[in-house]
């Protein structure tokens, strides 16, 4: 390991704030959710508050700093309100690919259809993202492949066949 | 147990093997009987008998390619093979059965991405073209291990599918666990997806195929239900370095003749060359799980060159493999360079040299014993024919130490010696009339099919193309020997030769890297002349086409290697081949899609310097990966902690004091994925442009 890059003491990652104020709060989050596609402040605004009371419900965990935390939240309440409205399991592998392919951009005003009451935005939103959830391999056929044998050559077989062939026995 | 063929008659085909053989014995006896008439006089010593015995095995080697290429020049000359499977009518498939799915396969393993999706969709495209794309389906079966690739992979996938309305058709996995390389990655997928499917197509990361012909290749599976496996013969295509192109032109011209004499004789038992072919999965299931063999490397452990194994184990079972010699449209790329053909060279005479092994395994066919010995011979003709030209220098050197006696015994008159000029000459005619005539053959060729002959650039190019082609190969043979001969003795000593991998792309070999990996040859080349020079003067003469291929290795290797004078050549006219002049319209979407690389994914357009980091900053990327990763067991406690530990070094050290595998593990754990995501964007790092 190179010490010397240890010792300098800057680290890769910024160091993490223990107490972040509101305004680093709502500025990181307010971000990550307009690179999800949420541009309306209204919506990120009601969304930020949401998540920000989730993660305060939530146990502290040293592994994560408090944004990190509310990050990881706003992932979680993705999952949830797609898991619901795509009766999935969670979490799960199509989960995942539910939120790629919301995110991949097939459904850009998938934001509206959140905030909107059940109806024709939703049931479109749905059949996009049905048709785009990636489909990664077949379900599987489980099929058995014996291993076979292959004999290697010996001399001593081959005079025990000779030996067989000649005097029998 | 398969279902007979009908075709061909067994009988004939047994003649005709019975035929080919007695070719190659009979005139591989007549060169020794020569031979031995020269070296008997005085009866034989150890060095003699040495060089006796290495002459007999070459130039039977020898005798088997010549008298293949002349049976391939007469099938070619006078129309096809009657016993060829495309020509034999087969059975009618049963009208109520399903109609077959036939999955395409191309295992990937760090390759270059956009290379592999373009091919693939090339592929694909020109399966569209039949109308016939339904029965097929595309899995890209990737062992990447390294991070950026299998990011990209997973991008270049998605992107495929949303581009080409691919869901459900193009599908694609990445292994947690390379285990046994390439067989494991086609056993993985047999047993998982197998039983979807009746045929599967293997292509390699480089492949291209024309939709017709993968059509085709169906065709002739569904019609003869005793058949296992088809090979097609790939043809080199898509290189321009002027090494490249001699290579491809030596591909195309002569290929063809091979292709089709080696199927004269094999017919139902050919072989498997790894890729390129189709092959019914029940059988392969039930036929073809390779085992490991006992005892260490290099003879033992792993099977690495599998393609062989399997198709002698497909034969022990009773099941035909056959090689589609006149079936076009299958493509492969071929390493740019002399040094770049070398490393392959490298990988692939290990797994050749275990066939030793498996050529004297109990239970065998005859003719799958052959090709393990011809693929040994592929490798092991090398340090065998140094040790002749080693052999025949040391015999003339002590030849010379006689002193000739020309009164002796009771003869009151001179006793003359008998000179074997004739002998000898006779015996050098025929080793090179059959190194040779078959180029000249195949130039004959050409004079039948007008077309062809002007997508060879007509008979004048054509025939200064196979003049510089013949010069060339008699300069590289030499430094090929040494290459190979090096690696043989390496393997047999289980020493590693340290090489860096193989560049796919045309790329210009620098003096630097000439000059590390010829400076022996050109060392060897110039003690060997000056010794037998000083020696062996009369032997120096005949040494010289060695001599000076070992000497200009250096600059043969850099100048062959040079794009811009396999471009020259191509505007001379020299070198082409029918895919240059007029490329089938799936090398034609290759380049396209190489050349217009406008991906449906905004985040593909971007060029991340890692895409190992976009993963863990996109949310997009992050959530496809996420994806795509196997349902597995939460790790264990152990694992944990060095997952934590990687996490840490991520955070403190960044990603460019990991290795790969680091980087690797971190992004194939679900929870450090999604942890590490939430960090990226927590605690934004200097150089992570992507985020906000």
């Known amino acids: 390991m190179d010490r010397s890059k240890i010792s300098t003491g800057h680290h890769y990652l910024a160091p993490p704030v223990a107490a972040p104020s509101s305004e680093l709060l709502f500025g990181r989050l307010g971000a990550y959710w307009q690179t999800l596609g949420v541009t309306d402040p209204a919506q990120v605004q009601a969304l930020t508050e949401q998540v920000l009371r989730r993660a305060a419900e939530l146990p502290e965990t040293p592994a994560l700093d408090p944004l990190a935390r509310a990050l990881m939240v706003c992932g979680d309440l993705l999952d949830e309100w797609l898991a619901r409205v795509l009766e999935l399991p969670r979490p799960s592998r199509q989960l995942a690919a539910a939120r790629a392919a919301l995110l991949s951009g097939v459904a850009p005003d998938w934001p509206k259809a959140l905030f909107a009451p059940p109806g024709e935005a939703m049931d479109h939103l749905l059949d996009t993202l049905r048709v785009a959830i990636a489909e990664p391999t077949p379900p599987p056929i489980a099929s058995a492949m014996p291993t076979q044998r292959i004999r290697s050559f010996s001399l001593l077989g081959l005079l025990r066949v000779l030996w067989r062939k000649l005097f029998g026995g | ?692």
Request: aromatic residues 10%.
């Open chain 2, 1 to 692: 147990m398969a279902n007979s063929v009908q075709t061909p008659e067994p009988i004939g085909h047994a003649l005709r093997q019975a035929g080919f053989f007695a070719l190659v014995i009979l005139s591989t006896l007549i060169a020794l009987g020569l031979l031995v008439s020269v070296f008997h006089t005085d009866g034989l010593s150890p060095i003699e008998l040495l060089l006796l015995l290495l002459y007999a095995i070459l130039f039977s080697w020898i005798c088997i390619s010549f008298w293949s290429a002349l049976m391939g020049f007469f099938i070619l000359l006078f129309g096809r093979d009657r016993w060829a499977i495309s020509r034999q009518p087969g059975t009618s498939p049963d009208p109520t059965a399903p109609p077959p799915r036939t999955a395409i396969l191309m295992p990937i393993y760090n390759e270059d991405s956009q290379r592999v999706f373009a091919g693939l969709r090339a592929t694909h495209q020109s399966l569209v073209d039949t109308g016939q794309s339904d029965g097929f389906d595309f899995f890209i079966l990737s062992d990447t291990r390294d991070p950026d690739v299998w990011v990209e992979e997973e991008l270049r996938w998605q992107d495929m599918v949303r581009a080409l309305d691919g869901k459900g058709r193009i599908f694609y996995r990445n292994r947690p666990e390379n285990t046994s390389r390439k067989t494991g990655n086609l056993e993985d997928f047999c047993t998982r997806w197998g039983g979807h499917y009746r045929y599967m197509i293997v292509l390699d990361a480089d492949s291209i195929m024309k939709g017709s012909t993968l059509v085709e290749m169906v065709r002739l599976m569904e019609n003869h239900p005793g058949v296992a496996l088809i090979q097609t013969p790939p043809v080199p295509v898509n290189r321009e370095s002027l090494f490249a192109r001699i290579l491809q032109f030596a591909g195309g011209i002569y290929g063809r003749m091979f292709t089709a004499g080696l199927n004269y004789w094999q017919l139902g038992e050919s072989n498997y060359w790894g890729h390129n072919a189709i092959i019914r999965i029940q059988p392969f299931l039930d036929h073809c799980g390779l085992p490991k063999l006992s005892g260490r490397e290099p003879f033992g452990g792993e099977i690495l060159s599998h393609d062989f194994v399997e198709a002698a184990l497909l034969r022990r079972a009773g099941w035909e493999v056959w090689l589609a010699y006149d079936l076009d449209g299958s493509y492969e790329e071929i390493p740019p360079t002399l040094i770049d053909y070398a490393k392959r060279d490298r990988r692939w005479c290990q797994g050749n040299m275990q066939h030793l092994r498996l050529a004297v395994s109990r239970g065998l066919n005859g003719i799958s014993r052959l090709h393990f010995i011809m693929g040994v011979m592929s490798y092991a003709a090398s340090p065998l024919w140094l040790l002749f030209l080693v052999a025949t220098g040391v015999d003339a050197y002590l030849q010379t130490q006689q002193e000739l006696v020309y009164f002796f015994g009771q003869n009151w008159m001179p006793v003359w010696p008998v000179s074997f000029a004739v002998e000898m000459t006779t015996v050098l005619l025929v080793t090179l009339t059959m190194l040779f005539l078959p180029k000249l053959l195949a130039l004959l060729l050409l004079l039948k099919d007008a077309k062809l002959l002007r997508a060879y650039g007509g008979l004048a190019a054509a025939t200064w193309s196979v003049i510089l082609e013949t010069v060339f190969s008699v300069l590289t043979a030499p430094v090929l020997m040494l290459f190979q001969t090096k690696f043989v003795l390496a393997i047999l000593m289980r020493r590693a030769v340290g090489w860096p991998p193989q560049q796919r792309g045309d790329h210009m070999t620098s003096f630097k890297e000439a000059a590390l990996a010829h400076g022996g040859h050109t060392l060897i080349g110039i003690v060997t002349g000056v010794l037998s020079y000083w020696y062996v003067p009369a032997f120096f003469w005949w040494f010289t086409p060695v001599l000076v291929g070992l000497i200009l290795s250096i600059p043969v290797s850099m100048l062959s290697s040079s794009i811009a004078l396999g471009r020259q050549a191509r505007e001379l006219g020299l070198f082409l081949t029918p895919e240059e002049t007029e490329p089938p319209a799936v090398l034609r979407y290759l380049a396209e899609n190489l050349e217009d690389d406008e991906p449906v994914l905004p985040v593909l357009r971007d060029q991340p310097r890692s895409r190992f980091v976009q993963a863990l900053t996109d949310p997009y990327v992050n959530a496809l990966h996420l994806s795509l990763l196997p349902e597995r067991e939460p790790p264990g406690k152990r694992r944990r902690h060095y997952l934590e530990g990687l996490i840490h070094h991520l955070e403190e050290e960044g990603p460019d004091s990991m290795s790969a595998a680091q980087k690797r593990d971190l992004i194939a754990d679900p929870e450090s994925l999604q942890r590490l995501h939430a960090l990226f964007w927590s605690r934004p790092p200097a150089d992570a442009g992507a985020l906000p």
